[in-house]
């Protein structure tokens, strides 16, 4: 593709919200939708569809996600503050429509694992919910929640504390083989994808181009 066209930062300014918002969204390219469970003190479930998902480090082995402005409610990371644990659910490409309808304003009192046609599963002495048709389930305990005053987003951060996968997508170098997962993944806000492993590279040294590994 050729002939690139340029939007500076006047012409961001001057979208209109939901066009800049599907704009910007869409900048990342492909990214991994999680379901997130949590539940609030009173025992209410709430499932929502995220896709602001990162790695921050292996010891502890930390995750984070964005959380958007509180100018309405979140029960997301409002019973994330309350109860201090929440899980991370893969999204396969046969569920991908009702993990979306997750993303819908429900009220308080409705759980998105009911409203959605997911079922939930528990862990003995884990306060959130996990998400029985995934595939890879993460159980993660509050580490920090860090406010981002320059758009008044939230960085949330967990630790890892459980991992559920099949035990044949473990690679022997400890890498989870998530291409065989059929996992789906997502660009922008709503245009989901199958993803596709190419190839994997060896570890790059300044001496050597990589080469590709084998499984």
Known sequence: MSNLHLWDKSDLENMEQR????FVNSLPGLKTPFLVGTQNAVGDTNLSIISSVTHLGSSPA???MVMRPNTVERHTIENIKETKFFTFNSVDINSISKAHQTSARYGREISEFKACG???IWEPDFEAPFVK???LQI?????QIIHLDINGCDLVIGEVVLVKAPFQALAKDGSIKVDQLNLAS???LDRYHKSQKMMRLSYAKPDKMPTVIEE
Do not use: C, D, P
């Open 19 to 22: 066009y800049r918002a599907q």
């Open 186 to 188: 997502v660009s922008g």
């Open 133 to 135: 048709e995934s595939v």
């Open 62 to 64: 930390l995750m984070s």
């Open 139 to 143: 159980g993660l305990k509050l580490a």
């Open 118 to 120: 997911f079922n939930e």
